[in-house]
């Protein structure tokens, strides 16, 4: 590859919203470089495929893909494979075992040096790993690979907390908070590229401002109320032992967050809860979800479980299973606990759950909380929502309501007299539920002339409350 040319640069985006942002910086880094920058793979001079490693499913489809783009060799356009994300900061050199066509691989703390591997990749192969923990780099200059008008806006990196079910401290470091100055001038260069729903991730949401002195999660999301153009901000991962009262505040009161929280409790029994690592002393769960329920009446909770813990019961799956029934949550998603290397329960416990013990109580959850989701959706039904308009093609008209995550959780299918311009917030009448989707008609009228809290007070006069 010749030192003056610019080759063309692809990217293969796995895992979770917080690689998805990693992507798009590189992507950004690269174009303000001067790369040209295609979307289609097997066009490009040069492919950067993304890896997650948080899960084996996920290593194995992280393996599949660069093994895929490595095909593209063969015909002699693709010149480089790069690889990046958890799997080249965990496993850098089985990588290399397994994969010899990688000819850079480039750890997390070192995608600052990502222009120039890729400027000299004839002189693989190449390797940039470390462990440095810095303070979280300024991610405006993005090259976004969501629809125009979402985007996801990253507060921190690395965690603290100690899961003892979970690798990511191990490679992506302690946590670090942005500074809050960056994290809204963030915010709003999104909203001038388009965005009008924000979705706030990182490992651990509600330590946000831990390490900065005078800041927490809630003072930093009463600074989203002033910009203008942005519609919705929600919140995903907030663990449950930092849910402030000030935050629960800040829900209730601001009319850009929209009314659903991700809080993942993991499990409802003590004992599971300790073997866990989660921080649970002096929490009560139970109390917690429902301060949160009484003092923002209409939001929608997520949550998710894993089942089959080290040391799981029967007697512990069971109180699971009865909180899961007795709480209904809105929205709710089931893990099966598999061991992963570098992590304080796989040195620690014998996982001693059979696997079909595992898949027979996620399966138990599941049909119960089926049940409970689509009583919820049927609730909806006659109610006047706003739905954000996501997609239109040959399939149809799809949006979400306040109610529902990108990528996530439920879809609304427009019917009749549109437009149904993609991006807009409009104003629909909810004509029928279909398990976890809904379907709408579009209302004529101003989504800037409904209430904040039109679904809210809805929800508490209306007849037929799922809970």
């Not at 489809?61 to 002699?76: M, N, T």
């Not at 995903?236 to 409790?265: G, H, M, Q, R, T």
């Amino acid at each position: 590859m010749h030192k003056t040319h610019k080759p063309a640069v692809g990217m293969v985006s796995l895992g979770c919203p917080k690689n998805l942002v990693d992507s798009e910086v590189m992507l950004g880094d690269l174009a303000d470089g001067s790369f040209p920058i295609t979307g289609d793979p097997s066009q490009a001079e040069v492919v950067i495929v993304n890896t997650c490693s948080f899960i084996e499913a996920a290593r194995q489809e992280s393996i599949d893909a660069i093994r895929q783009i490595a095909e593209l060799k063969k015909s002699g356009q693709l010149k480089g494979l790069v690889v990046t994300g958890c799997m080249a900061q965990r496993y850098g050199d089985l990588l290399r075992e397994q994969v010899p066509e990688i000819d850079a691989i480039v750890g997390m703390s070192n995608y600052a040096h990502l222009k120039e591997t890729v400027e000299q990749l004839e002189a693989r192969p190449s390797t940039r790993v470390d462990g440095r923990c810095e303070r979280p780099k300024d991610e405006g200059l993005r090259l976004r690979l969501t629809a125009r008008h979402t985007a996801y806006l990253r507060l921190s990196e690395g965690c603290d907390n100690p899961c003892t079910f979970c690798a990511i401290p191990g490679f992506r470091g302690s946590f670090r908070s942005k500074q809050p100055e960056q994290v809204l001038a963030e915010a709003r260069s999104l909203v001038a590229d388009g965005a009008v729903e924000l979705n706030l991730i990182s490992q651990d949401l509600t330590s946000y401002g831990k390490d900065l002195e005078g800041w927490d999660l809630a003072r930093l999301l009463h600074g989203f109320r002033d910009i203008d153009g942005l519609e919705w901000v929600r919140l995903l991962y907030a663990y449950p032992a930092f849910v402030s009262d000030a935050l629960i505040d800040e829900l209730a009161e601001n009319p850009k967050l929209v009314k659903y929280l991700d809080i993942p409790i993991q499990h409802i029994a003590q004992r599971m809860l300790r073997r866990m690592g989660r921080l649970y002393k002096g929490l009560d769960h139970r109390a917690l979800l429902a301060r949160i329920r009484e003092r923002v009446p209409g939001i929608a909770l997520r949550t998710t479980f894993i089942v089959g813990f080290p040391g799981e019961t029967e007697a512990d799956f069971e109180e699971l299973l009865a909180f899961v029934k007795s709480f209904r949550f809105e929205r709710l998603g089931v893990f099966t606990y598999s061991t992963e290397e570098g992590t304080p329960a796989g040195k620690r416990f014998e996982d001693d759950v059979p696997e079909a013990v595992k898949l027979e109580r996620q399966k138990r959850v599941m049909e119960a909380q089926q049940e409970i989701a689509w009583q919820y959706q049927e609730s909806l039904v006659g109610r006047e929502l706003d739905v954000l308009v996501d997609s239109a093609s040959a399939d149809g008209v799809r949006g979400r309501t306040p109610m529902d995550a990108p990528d996530i959780d439920g879809v609304v299918w427009m019917a009749g007299e549109g437009p149904f311009p993609v991006g807009e917030l409009l104003r629909c009448r909810i004509l029928a539920a279909q398990g976890y989707d809904l379907v709408a008609e579009r209302l004529h009228q101003a989504v800037a002339g409904a209430q904040p809290h039109d679904l809210e007070q809805q929800l508490a006069e209306g007849d037929g409350d799922h809970r």
